[in-house]
């Protein structure tokens, strides 16, 4: 067969993998298709519901009271989300700051959060006080406990070990849905209300708050709605259909999410407080466009895993299974491949597609890290990115893709 591909620096035998790698994906593909679909209707009937109209897309400075437009929006987002209420705001930039303004929100002095799906993501050990330098203000210095339970080596949630920890000083439970630097899998909506349901039936006074960053609408449902009391994520992820400039939100019970906006303007103010600045319309048409972009996401990651485990490579998940977030992991066990992996996703980039990416001490991470990211949005990860730890097993997180071509060019010029 020709190679339609060569004038992009594809080899022919490359060009071939993909192909039958296009082959195998065809029935994920399907599926993928069906939950896009379920899941764009649940947007659009929100909107509708809500009657968002052109008012909404104005304006507002200063203390931005009566912001109507952002209102509608949190309204609107709420439903989506299966929640009472919802803060979505430009001014929280990314995912580590609306999990920690939550934690925060809802902790108090002698309090102890028990996360039960490992230790979280590497950027929160600074909040969580977890970290061998003091820092200034976290958690722990607040008088705040914490505690963890791993999964069990398949995965999933270990009630045993969980309920052995619960005791009265437990307020929040915390699951993290997606994997961060680890080689676990990504949890999905069965996993996390077995969690909850068994945590609620210890206690139902207990919090359980969920990290949802990198999961929302890879499934038909999300967290509050299998009765999660609150989560967290960022809108330059899934929910802001790579559009939103910047943001994060906060869903759930409507008095958690009310002292979570209260830490973070003032009590009193709370969540009445907080100009749009104009970013509404973006806000709005990126959680409008979501479901359509986490599906390319999620191609692009079925395709890099059938075309690297056709090649001899290990991919996690494998693109048979089923997904909780759009993060798809390649163990190279070298970390030449790994930086090189990260440079060829970087090349396939709108953005800087000219530069090479070099590992560096990023701030938050233990170790030097590789990023790939050649987006329109700074750290936008539902945008093409790849990035990495550099230790072993020399691991690739890649995520995002707002077009599967994009990525699937990528993965065929780095297996050429």
């Not at 195998?24 to 659009?44: G, H, S, W, Y």
């Not at 902790?107 to 050990?125: E, F, K, N, Q, W």
């Not at 996390?192 to 919090?207: A, E, S």
């Not at 090349?347 to 050649?374: I, L, N, Q, R």
Request: glycine share 10%; hydrophobic share 35%.
């Amino acid at each position: 067969m020709s190679n339609p591909y060569s004038i992009y620096g594809v080899s022919d035998e490359a060009a071939s993998l993909a192909f039958k790698a296009g082959e195998a994906v065809l029935p994920v593909f399907d599926k993928i298709e069906k939950t896009r679909e379920m899941n764009q209707l649940r947007v659009m009937e929100a909107f509708r519901e809500h009657k968002f109209s052109e008012p909404h897309m104005g304006l507002t400075t200063g203390y931005g009271y009566d912001d109507i437009g952002r209102e509608k929006i949190e309204e609107i987002f709420a439903d989506i989300m299966g929640a009472e209420k919802a803060y979505v705001r430009i001014q929280i930039s990314s995912g580590t700051q609306a999990i920690s303004a939550m934690l925060y929100g809802i902790l108090r002095p002698g309090d102890t959060m028990l996360s039960v799906t490992g230790r979280p993501y590497d950027t929160l050990a600074s909040t969580l006080g977890l970290t061998e330098k003091t820092y200034d203000g976290s958690l722990r210095q607040y008088g705040i406990g914490y505690d963890e339970v791993e999964l069990k080596p398949d995965g999933t949630f270990d009630k045993e070990a969980a309920l052995a920890k619960i005791d009265d000083k437990v307020k929040v439970v915390f699951i993290q849905k997606s994997r961060g630097y680890t080689g676990r899998r990504a949890l999905r909506m069965d996993d996390i209300k077995d969690i909850i349901d068994t945590v609620h039936g210890v206690r139902k006074d207990i919090i359980v708050a969920v990290d949802n960053c990198y999961g929302e609408f890879t499934e038909t449902a999300e967290p509050c709605s299998y009765g999660a009391d609150i989560c967290a994520g960022s809108m330059i992820k899934n929910p802001g259909g790579g559009i939103a400039p910047s943001g994060g939100y906060i869903a759930g019970r409507a008095d958690l999410v009310e002292k979570v906006a209260r830490h973070i303007s003032a009590p009193g103010l709370g969540s009445e407080v907080g100009p749009s600045l104009g970013f509404n319309r973006q806000l709005a048409q990126g959680i409008f466009m979501a479901p359509h972009v986490v599906a390319e996401c999620l191609k692009g990651a079925v395709f890099a895993s059938a075309a690297f485990e056709l090649a001899g490579i290990a991919t996690s998940p494998s693109y048979k299974e089923d997904r909780g977030d759009i993060v798809q992991t390649i163990i190279f066990n070298d970390p030449d491949k790994l930086v090189n992996y990260c440079g060829k996703v970087q090349s396939c980039s709108p953005v800087d597609s000219f530069v090479t990416p070099e590992p560096w001490d990023m701030p938050g991470y233990e170790d030097k890290v590789v990023m790939a990211a050649g987006t329109f949005t700074s750290g936008a990860t539902t945008e093409f990115s790849c990035d990495g730890p550099i230790k072993p097993p020399y691991i690739a997180y890649m995520q995002g893709g707002l077009v599967y071509e994009q990525v699937k060019l990528a993965v065929m010029r780095a297996l050429s």
